[in-house]
């Protein structure tokens, strides 16, 4: 059984048709009666999704789902469980696919605790901590999660690093500190990566 990550995903672009029409696919693949692909996932699995634009599923490692489709004529927006991490390589086949559109996201695994965006502008929280108190709330620097910690624990913690240590001195306390890592290069590492290896296309040839 593998780690769920969960991510958020905003697909946008000056072309709006371009827009329309992945976001009419979409929808298309989930009102079908049947998957179009046969998976453990259902009408949503990113396999499909893989299929539909010309991809194969295993070479694009499309363990997970898409949910939450939402559409409003200017960015297509959902949320994916995924198997690790986000992926990337089935955003980059939509972008292959689509040359106009871009994509953002913000993935977190909390297991390994990978918190990752590739777009501070669109997904601007930086700081998560997850308490005893309040569960997880979302800040976006630390002065803003400082306050907060002080207000939930009657405290002056002058630094992140003296709240995780209350924790330590308090048994009934839960105190976790994580930040959101930054890569708007992330596409270009990877499109890299697979040239390296030969990888040219993630569209398979027909015939």
Same mark, same amino acid.
């Given at each position: ?73 200017? #960015? ?13 390589? /089935? +955003?980059?086949? %939509?972008? @292959? !696919? ?68 209350? #924790? ?13 890592? /930054? +890569?708007?290069? %992330?596409? @270009? !590492? ?18």
């Amino acid at each position: 059984m593998p780690n769920w990550c969960f991510t958020e995903v905003r697909i946008h672009s000056e072309n709006k048709e371009t827009l329309a029409e992945l976001n009419s696919k979409m929808e298309e693949l989930e009102n079908m009666k049947e998957p179009l692909v046969e998976n453990d996932f259902g009408k949503r699995w990113l396999g499909c999704l893989v299929t539909a634009l010309g991809g194969d599923p295993d070479e694009c490692e499309a363990r997970g789902e898409w949910n939450s489709r939402t559409f409003d004529g200017k #960015e297509i927006q959902y949320q994916a469980q995924e198997a690790w991490a986000h992926k990337y390589l /089935v +955003d980059l086949l %939509i972008m @292959e !696919k689509y040359p106009d559109l871009k994509i953002s996201f913000y993935m977190e695994e909390c297991g390994c605790e990978c918190y990752l965006t590739n777009d501070p502008e669109r997904f601007p929280y930086c700081i998560i901590i997850d308490t005893d108190k309040e569960g997880e709330e979302y800040f976006r620097n630390e002065k803003e999660a400082l306050a907060e910690l002080n207000r939930l624990y009657s405290q002056n913690f002058k630094s992140l690093d003296e709240a995780e240590s209350f #924790e330590d001195e308090n048994d009934d306390t839960w105190i976790s500190v994580n930040e959101v890592d /930054v +890569d708007v290069n %992330i596409y @270009e !590492k990877i499109r890299t990566e697979l040239k390296k290896n030969h990888i040219e296309t993630l569209i398979r040839k027909k015939g």
